[in-house]
């Protein structure tokens, strides 16, 4: 018999936009603005992709081109 595997607990290490615009010292606004001209990228989750999650090594990626 197979021992049953944990969830993933990817969604724990995820960001929220709002959590990226506390991070950045910025609004969540500028945040949004940045996922829409796909300067930022984004997990879309959820039934009709609404709910919007940052990987954390995307966070650092954008955080490196704004600051070139």
Do not use: C, F
């Amino acid at each position: 018999m197979t021992k049953p595997t944990k969830p993933s607990n990817r969604l724990e290490t995820l960001l929220t936009v709002q959590e990226v615009a506390d991070l950045d010292g910025v609004s969540e606004k500028t945040v949004r603005r940045a996922i829409a001209t796909g300067a930022l990228d984004v997990l879309r989750i959820g039934p009709g992709g609404r709910l919007i999650r940052i990987e954390p090594a995307a966070h650092r990626a954008y955080r490196n081109r704004s600051r070139e």
